[in-house]
């Protein structure tokens, strides 16, 4: 029997890897798209139902931040785990080992820090873990078409046979390289896997076994690019289901032993079951006209002790403005999480009143704009930056601003009095962010700070169940070549799951000027 994982206790890795800082090694800017889709699609009720937080995203410094993700998230699994991976594939063809999962410093001559996959799978053994089955994917190219200028005469290593426990199904078979076209918003690969995930394939079954989807998306990825994915596993792949079948639609019910009785008497039996049908429908609209304390009269009554559930509320979105000083302890605030932007550990003891360089240089190493978040959590979305330039990273020692927090995510676990921010200057500049929106009210805080110039913020809901929120600021009236600081807050919640997204923006240049993100907190 097919049976779709229990969400309450399953949980879910998504490691991307778009950055890399060794020569030879492309980034892969589409992978940090694949991440939040495939997190959208497995946290969507439709289709599988997970909990925001059992479904984390993980962009490591190094193999150990996967491992260490693996076995923390393993430990509190008792249902299914879903591992999945999207960066360079490399193979090791002088000691045989097989394919390992690039890490941000890793390269074919530097193969010690990448993620060797046979330690994933001892990982996911590990008699500590309560999981029932694992599900691997890997959005890579499998066993190293990477490496193919190097193999010579050697022959590649065998392929890893399937692990017990673990149902693996990879983007390319051997020698195959995996799709990113430049521009694409997600990978070949991922692009399928998310249509598929998301609307199902036609047919009469209620729940897309993995056995459909890997079926599904080799069809789909031969004509598409002419690759082949592969599924292996040692279990029944049939057996288990990563989604709800989108496309299925529950047959007609037949007619019932009565009726068929009753067509069987002739015309004045028929008539007489039409007309006791008709009755039965009237006197249950009737009831629940009586019974609904929820009904559009507002009268209601209880039955029997029992009263009917409230309905859900109504979409809301609430924002303010204001300025801030002194420190903000994110830990304390974001209790459901928080985001840091800037943080390198070496800020720490600098005197020098400004240093700083470009995002994507400085912060490759760990992650592309140096993040720093509540560890197992992520609800509040990566900024996309705006505007024509890349955005800076700047520690500012003297801004009267700061920010500490406990509980962060490896490497950066806690720190205090930080001044490190993201900012970004010319036309257009600004960010947007997206945070998770459903009918529990959540408060969401958004630090910035702007500079000679006049900026404007927007929030709003996807689902467009309450008036946008828009305000400005400007520097103009007050003294030149200061930093104004700003906290914009937002009480928001939808009735069905939706998005809140915010922007930040520089309108107006008043020479020089720039928006910087600072940090946000979720509660």
């Known amino acids: 029997m097919t049976v779709l994982p229990d969400p309450a206790s399953s949980r879910c890795l998504l490691v991307g890897v778009s950055a890399y800082s060794e020569e030879g090694m492309d980034d892969l800017p589409a992978v940090a798209n694949n991440l939040e889709e495939l997190r959208a699609v497995l946290t969507d009720p439709e289709v599988w139902g997970l909990p925001e937080e059992h479904c984390v995203i993980l962009r490591p410094a190094g193999a150990e931040d996967v491992l260490d993700a693996i076995h923390s998230l393993t430990e509190r699994t008792e249902d299914t785990f879903v591992l999945y991976y999207a960066g360079h594939g490399l193979l090791d063809l002088e000691s045989g080992k097989g394919l390992h999962l690039a890490m941000p410093r890793s390269s ?26 694992n599900i691997v994917v890997l959005d890579c ?31 390319t078979k051997r020698n195959e390289q995996a799709k990113a076209p430049e521009g694409q918003p997600l990978t070949d690969f991922t692009t399928e896997l998310v249509s598929v995930l998301s609307e199902g394939v036609a047919g009469d079954r209620p729940l897309l076994d993995l056995d459909t989807l890997y079926r599904e998306l080799y069809g789909r990825m031969r004509r598409r690019n002419k690759t082949s994915p592969q599924l292996r596993t040692s279990s029944p792949p049939a057996d288990l289901a990563l989604a709800r079948n989108r496309q299925y639609r529950e047959p007609p019910p037949g007619p019932s032993a009565p009726e068929r009785a009753a067509a069987a008497t002739g015309a004045r039996s028929r008539r007489l079951t039409g007309a006791l049908a008709a009755a039965v429908t009237v006197l249950a609209a009737v009831t629940v006209l009586v019974l609904d304390p929820f009904s559009s009269s507002g009268a209601g009554s209880k039955d029997g002790g029992n009263s009917a559930s409230p309905p859900a509320a109504g979409s809301l979105l609430r924002a303010s403005a204001s ?3 002194g420190n903000v302890d994110l830990s304390r605030e974001g209790r459901t999480d928080w985001v840091q932007w800037g943080y390198l550990p070496k800020d720490r003891g600098v005197t020098a009143e400004f240093t700083g360089g470009p995002a994507e240089s400085e912060c490759r190493q760990t992650n592309v704009t140096c993040v720093t978040r509540r560890a197992d959590a992520f609800v509040i979305g990566d900024f ?6 890349a955005p800076f990273r700047l520690h ?9 927090w406990t509980g962060g995510a490896a490497p950066h676990e806690s720190a205090s009095g930080v001044r490190s921010v993201v900012y970004q200057g010319g036309p257009g500049a600004g960010f947007r962010i997206l945070v998770p929106a459903k009918g529990t009210t959540r408060v969401f805080r958004l630090y910035v700070s702007y500079r000679q110039g006049s900026i404007r913020f927007s929030a709003s809901l996807r689902n467009g169940g309450a008036p946008a929120y828009s305000a400005s600021a400007d520097t103009a009236s007050g003294p030149p070549n200061e930093n104004y600081f700003r906290v914009y807050e937002m009480t928001f919640r939808t009735p069905e799951p939706s998005l809140l997204e915010v922007a930040v923006t520089l309108e107006s240049n008043h020479g020089g000027g720039n928006v910087t993100l600072m940090a946000a907190t979720l509660q």
């Open 384 to 389: 996309t930056a705006l505007g024509t330039e």
């Open 108 to 133: 074919l001559d530097h193969l010690h820090r990448a993620l060797l996959y046979g330690s994933v799978v001892e990982a996911l053994q590990d008699p500590r873990s309560g999981v029932r089955r």
């Open 323 to 325: 300025g801030f000083t």
């Open 396 to 404: 500012a020692s003297r801004q009267p601003v700061s920010f500490s």
């Open 141 to 171: 190219c499998y066993s190293g078409a990477a490496s193919r200028g190097r193999m010579g005469r050697k022959r590649p290593p065998p392929e890893e046979p399937p692990a017990e426990g673990v149902f693996l199904l990879t983007a």
